[in-house]
Nanobody
């Protein structure tokens, strides 16, 4: 089993930046991809970004493309989400997740096996 711990959330003004981190432990050698999702109050969990663990191929939701960057550090077993030009509509709880199978529907939350506890991001206008 993989354990994931997110950090880096907080309160920021519109136009500001934040970097989220997600550290993996346990059976982290089984990870094939890592994803970031977010959930705002009253809304469904939505895909934000993902990265394949070995090749580093990245995927982004249209709403964050050009503003967010996902990356990973193999040595640290950590994935990052650099968020720039933040907007109030980016306010949500952000979750990282690990895909321990063969990545297929990488934008679907059902693809992922393990989840972190979430970290709150609040963007004020």
């Amino acid at each position: 089993q993989v354990q994931l711990v997110e950090s880096g959330g907080g309160l920021v003004q519109a136009g500001g930046n934040l970097r989220l981190s997600c550290a993996a432990s346990g059976r982290s050698f089984s990870i094939n991809a890592m994803g970031w999702f977010r959930q705002a109050p009253g809304k469904e969990r939505e895909f934000v970004a993902a990265i394949t663990w070995s090749g580093g191929t990245t995927y982004y939701a249209n709403s964050v493309k050009g503003r967010f960057t996902v990356s990973r550090d193999h040595a640290k077993g950590t994935v990052y989400l650099q968020m720039s030009s933040l907007k109030p509509e980016d306010t949500a709880v952000y979750y990282c997740a690990s895909d321990e199978g063969v990545p297929f529907r990488i934008t679907s939350p059902w693809e992922y096996d393990s989840w972190g506890q979430g970290t709150q991001v609040t963007v004020s206008s």
